[in-house]
């Protein structure tokens, strides 16, 4: 079992930061990687970015390629998103979820974060 658990949302102005953390508990030392999710009012869920566990290889969503950063720290076993350039359309419920296996499904899932992006 890994329980996920996401901070640092809130309300920001369109083109500023923030950066979002999803903090690991459990079995970590298993985790394939970590996967960033969002979900808009009214639109399906959209993949933002991931970050294999051990290696550090990152992949990004073509929307948010360019403003955000994926990052992994093992000593807090705690994966970060770094979203800059915020526009309204960022505006979302953000997940972190954990895929177990290379081939698998993302298992695991945290209760999200809301990030509000405001003109």
Known sequence: QVQLEESGGGLVQAGGSLRLSCAASGRTVSIYNIGWFRRAPG??????????????????????????????DHAENTVYLEMNSLKLEDTAIYYCAARMRQRGTYEYWGQGTQVTVSS
Do not use: C, H, P
């Open 43 to 72: 639109k399906d869920r959209e993949f933002v970015a991931r970050i294999t566990w051990s290696a550090g290889l990152t992949d990004y969503g073509d929307s948010v390629k360019g403003r955000v950063t994926i990052s992994r």
